[in-house]
T-cell receptor, first 114, second 114 residues
């Protein structure tokens, strides 16, 4: 257990569905991240929130919409996804004051888009 | 190409042997980190080495950093079957962003046979 939880762990959705991924950290961190991990590709940073403000949007399509209501919670809202969006979505957190330090990852949500 | 490219892509060894994985990167870094990922799970931080450090140890792990060659190596001594996982290096670029933007390589898949 890293102190970062993600729900659901597995998700199957159609291209017309709307779903949300949830991440919660219990480490007192105030920077949170979304990553996408596809087969045979390096982890891709999608979004970064620092002190609940989005500081990075790494050219992610608008069908992915992040939300950070407070420093402990991070959501990724999904709508009209494509099959190529099927991947493992990982959430991570770190200390704001030590932003270039270790990130703590959740177990991920395995997403399959049909 | 990606910052942080691991070599080899896959490594298969017997229990008790040492495993060495290499990572090369392209830009100046603040630090380099190694993470481990068990199949389909989240990443676990192993060790962080700063740009002004040359070697670091943690238990059976030894990491070296050569900034002149822009390369790092991870050595796992006396490997165990439980060390079977994917290992990733990730870099934090020097200067630039004020938050912890990790750039990952594609990883090395290590298999340790009992």
């Amino acid at each position: 257990e890293t102190g970062v939880t993600q729900t659901p762990r597995h998700l199957v959705m159609g291209m017309t569905n709307k779903k949300s991924l949830k991440c919660e950290q219990h480490l007192g961190h105030n920077a949170m991240y979304w990553y996408k991990q596809s087969a045979k590709k390096p982890l891709e940073l999608m979004f970064v929130y620092s002190l609940e403000e989005r500081v990075e949007n790494n050219s992610v399509p608008s069908r992915f919409s992040p939300e950070c209501p407070n420093s402990s919670h991070l959501f990724l809202h999904l709508h009209t996804l494509q099959p190529e969006d099927s991947a493992l979505y990982l959430c991570a957190s770190s200390h704001f004051s030590r932003l270039q330090e270790t990130q703590y990852f959740g177990p991920g949500t395995r997403l399959l888009v049909l | 190409s990606q910052q942080g490219e691991e070599d080899p892509q896959a490594l298969s060894i017997q229990e008790g042997e040492n495993a060495t994985m290499n990572c090369s990167y392209k830009t100046s870094i603040n630090n380099l980190q190694w993470y481990r990922q068990n199949s389909g799970r989240g990443l676990v931080h192993l060790i962080l080495i700063r740009s002004n450090e040359r070697e670091k140890h943690s238990g059976r792990l030894r990491v070296t950093l050569d900034t002149s060659k822009k390369s790092s190596s991870l050595l796992i001594t006396a490997s165990r079957a439980a060390d079977t996982a994917s290992y990733f290096c990730a870099t934090v670029a020097s200067g630039g962003t004020s938050y912890g933007k990790l750039t990952f390589g594609q990883g090395t898949i290590l298999t340790v046979h009992p």
